[in-house]
């Protein structure tokens, strides 16, 4: 369940109705769709920030969606709300929230990289997310994660786009030189898929697919993770019988149509890209293997945080408010529109509005809908940290024992940052971490080393 | 004579670039119409795949393309969307400042080496491991430690075009001629005046030839260096354009980087001949 659904409503399912989840029912959905065209006036921002506020508490009070519907149920939803009032200082916190203190610093940089799971980052300073908070936030498009990762800690950057998987990998020293690196906020869940070169359209089953070239952007990125456990479930081994390659996304769509990969796992645009200039068609969204997986973040240097408290608790509303806009599928035209542009993804149009609404050409002939094809939820869930830590050791990226929970909550909620998010008004939920599923397998949390050792296919370490 | 030549050079110029023009636009025309596609299915798809068109562009897209960069080179739509007239602004200052830094750097130095055995000898283990290292290994390492990518960029220019500047000064400065050295010595004149009226007119056109060299390599490794620390200048131009697989874009980038470079190597020709004599 998305953190920005509203707790108070009782009606809302906890199990999906609709096809893309969000709804009680198909008609429910489709009527949703068509309010979705015309023109609904966004509520005050006062109104959503009472709401923001009074959710977080409430989620605080009933970390479990089943306790707090019985609640809910019992006595009513204005009364739980009067009630939480009553010792809970919701104006307070809300005008504390809206307001900020005084900002140490405004004018800010923000690095990213042109790709879909930026678009809060981005959209956020065309469609003045930043302003509203009294920052002028440049966002600077850079040209690789590593690039980002120096120019953050040279601190020409005050916060930057990563892949979820990086800050984790930095601060444990994988990959580069050990550094304590923070990750306030997920940037986007889902939105990858894996595309494949149209000579492979009759070769769906991924048994067939020894001997494959296959591309994915980063070694420490969930398009790598996911790729491989896609391939391992199908009885493919990563390692042997594929070759899987970094390659920067844009050389992706460019390889595939020179004949020198086969396929590749990639961010979007790239993927909706090689569909619309005819090379290869989608095989599989990324969400089939795993809904709702994390995918790029918002990091910033410990350095930042610390310093500059409340530049930084703005920076974190600004994001989470765009965020909140990005998660609303009747938004999602114009966000499309707004950073369609050479200064932000300098990408048709048409190519961001496929992916943004969820409907799309799959490459093949057929125009398919999946309305969460990406979507956006930044609570970082240190389960999260856990499963990609699993994959880091499954994969032999890392080796040795290692401390997940300790880790995970260093990085992915640092103290800090749950303290900043609560003087800003949030409250982040108790529970930090959840469970999920990944192609129909459960992940628990608490257990990764059983996890671990339950895959057939790994690295022998 | 002479002008009928190069008349028919000319000719022939405009010739082969006919040729080559023609020849482009013929292997990059459209074909019909691919396959049979609903409206609704061929509305999210792009050119390529619809109409059959070339995935590489013709010259009329390109001359499209360029005029539009011609018409508003100095536009500036936010941080990442600049005109390409900007852009190259941002180029030639970086490469002219690093290169002024590599100048005043390499020249002196280049006299003191050429003018001292024993300095020449003791300086030469140093150059010879220096100069053969490819600028942009020094990137990361400037990246790390200068802490800005505006001032490495800059750096990376200033390391790679001192060494010809240095080697050709030094040259230059150890051969000139023993005899004109030995009568400003006859006629006592000083070792500050010596070099200056003596050893440095004599050595100006190697160190010019130098001073082309460098700026020629300079003006090669910006554009490498703008790709990988991004932010502005025609390196990064054309790294966006190929996030953007705007391949129409990236040739406008290559025939610009090009006219520059010549610009920048004709400004050095005039100015060797300017100091070359006759002997």
């Known amino acids: 369940m998305s953190i920005f659904d509203n707790p108070f409503d009782t009606e809302n399912p906890l199990s999906m109705g609709c096809n893309c989840g969000r709804h009680r029912s198909q008609g429910e959905h489709d009527r949703e769709a068509q309010v979705a065209l015309q023109c609904v006036p966004a509520e005050s921002e006062d109104e959503r920030y009472e709401g923001v506020v009074a959710s977080a508490v409430m989620r605080a009070m009933f970390p479990q969606d089943v306790a707090r519907r019985a609640f809910l149920k019992s006595v009513g939803a204005a009364t739980a709300l009067a009630a939480v009032s009553q010792f809970f200082p919701l104006k307070t916190a809300t005008e504390v929230f809206a307001q900020g203190a005084p900002l140490e610093k405004k004018d800010l940089k923000v690095g990213f990289i042109p790709i879909t799971c930026a678009t809060p980052i981005i959209m956020a300073a065309p469609m003045g997310f930043y302003s509203k908070q009294g920052l002028n936030v440049e966002v600077i498009k850079t040209a690789g994660w590593a690039v980002i990762r120096d120019k953050t800690l040279n601190k020409e950057y005050d916060a930057a786009h990563m892949l979820s998987p990086m800050p984790l990998a930095i601060t444990m020293g994988v990959g580069s030189t050990p550094q304590p690196y923070t990750m306030p906020a997920v940037e986007n869940i889902n939105g990858q ?187 970082p869930w240190q389960s999260f940290a856990v499963w990609i830590m699993t994959q880091m050791k499954r994969w032999g990226q890392i080796k040795g024992d290692v401390d997940y929970a300790n880790v995970a909550s260093q990085v992915y909620l640092a103290t800090d940052t749950a303290r900043l998010m609560k003087e800003a008004g949030f409250t982040p939920p108790e529970t930090t971490s959840k469970s999920f599923a990944v192609m129909g397998k459960t992940f628990d949390p608490a257990k990764p080393d059983d996890y671990l050792a339950s895959f057939k296919i790994r690295k022998a370490s | 004579m002479a002008s009928s030549l190069r008349f028919r050079a000319a000719i022939l110029s405009v010739a082969i670039f006919a040729v080559f023009i023609g020849a482009w636009h013929l292997a990059t025309r459209s074909t019909a119409p691919v396959t049979t596609m609903s409206p609704e299915y061929a509305k999210l798809m792009g050119l390529t795949a619809t109409q059959g068109k070339s995935a590489m562009p013709g010259p009329l897209d390109v001359g499209a393309k360029l005029w539009e960069h011609i018409k508003s080179p100095f536009y500036d739509k936010g941080p990442n969307d600049k005109g390409l007239g900007i852009q ?192």
């Open chain 1, 193 to 379: 898929a894996i595309t494949l070169a149209m000579k492979h359209k009759d070769k769906r089953d991924p048994k067939d697919w020894k001997g494959f070239k296959f591309a994915v952007p980063f070694d420490y990125s969930m398009h790598n993770y996911l790729l491989r456990y896609y391939l391992a479930e199908h009885g493919i081994d990563p390692d042997t019988d594929v070759q899987i390659r970094a390659v920067p996304p844009p050389e992706m769509v460019a390889n595939l149509r020179a004949d020198n990969i086969d396929g590749f796992l990639g961010p979007d645009p790239m993927n909706q890209r090689a569909v619309y200039d005819g090379v290869g068609f989608i095989h599989i969204l990324t969400k089939d293997i795993w809904e709702g997986h994390p995918c790029c973040a918002f990091a910033a240097s410990k350095e930042f945080v610390t310093t500059m408290p409340n530049t930084y608790a703005a920076l974190l509303k600004s994001i989470i408010d765009a965020t909140a806009f990005a998660h609303k599928p009747e938004n999602r035209k114009q966000i499309a529109e707004a950073i369609a542009p050479a200064n932000y993804l300098n990408q048709p149009q048409i190519v961001l509005e496929q992916i943004l609404t969820g409907t799309f050409a799959d490459g093949l002939g057929n125009v398919v809908t999946q309305p969460n094809r990406v979507d956006f939820d930044p609570f």
């Open chain 2, 88 to 279: 190259l602004g941002y180029s030639i200052a970086r490469v002219l400042f690093g290169y002024l830094l590599a100048v005043v750097a390499a020249i002196p130095l280049g006299f003191l080496i050429g003018m001292s055995p024993l300095i020449s000898k003791a300086l030469d283990p140093f150059i010879q491991v220096l100069k053969p290292i490819s600028p942009l290994a020094w990137m990361p390492l400037a990246l790390y430690t200068i802490k800005d990518s505006s001032i490495s960029a800059i750096f990376v220019i200033f390391i790679c075009a001192i060494w010809p500047m240095l080697i050709n000064t030094a040259f230059g400065v150890a051969s000139v001629r023993k005899e004109w050295i030995n009568v400003a010595r006859t006629l006592e004149v000083g070792p500050i005046r010596r070099a200056f009226t003596v050893i440095l007119p004599a050595a100006a056109p190697t160190i010019l030839t130098g001073m082309r060299i460098s700026i020629g390599i300079a003006w090669l490794v910006i554009v490498a260096a703008e790709m990988l620390v991004g932010g502005t200048g025609i390196g990064y131009f054309v790294w966006n354009e190929w996030n953007n697989l705007s391949i129409t874009n990236v040739i406008i980038a290559i025939l610009v980087i090009g006219i520059v470079g010549m610009m920048f190597d004709q400004i050095l020709a005039r100015f060797t001949r300017m100091v070359t004599f006759p002997e």
